[in-house]
Nanobody, 125 residues
Framework: QVQLVESGGGLVQAGGSLRLSCAAS????????MGWFRQAPGKERKLVAT???????YYSDSVKGRFTISRDHAKATVYLQMNSLKPEDTGVYYC???????????????????WGQGTQVTVSS
């Protein structure tokens, strides 16, 4: 059974930092793009960052320069380092993997076929 399990969410003050982790089991996704999405209350799920198998990255404009996505192939884990957090970063963060794309990038939610359960991030002002 393929699973993505996120961890590292929590409550932090504005300006603080958090590091999210997403561990894959049942499939390493070593050749596939993986991404982090954020869903704020009452809003649609939006891409925060994505990384391909070679380590190339893409960030949404709202997090560029503050967040860093990385992956450890040996551990089948993707990370999201979040610095200079703002209240508008609050939401449930989901890890996702696109098993149907190899060596490329995936930018939209419907193209990801595996999802984690989500981890809550709350940034207080």
């Amino acid at each position: 059974q393929v699973q993505l399990v996120e961890s590292g969410g929590g409550l932090v003050q504005a300006g603080g930092s958090l590091r999210l982790s997403c561990a894959a089991s049942g499939h390493t996704f070593g050749e596939n793009p993986m991404g982090w999405f954020r869903q704020a209350p009452g809003k649609e799920r939006k891409l925060v960052a994505t990384i391909n198998s070679g380590g190339s990255t893409y960030y949404s404009d709202s997090v560029k320069g503050r967040f860093t996505i990385s992956r450890d192939h040996a551990k089948a884990t993707v990370y999201l380092q979040m610095n200079s957090l703002k209240p508008e970063d609050t939401g449930v963060y989901y890890c996702a993997a696109d098993s149907r794309t190899k060596f490329g990038m995936t930018y939209i939610a419907p193209e990801y076929d595996y999802w984690g359960q989500g981890t809550q991030v709350t940034v207080s002002s």
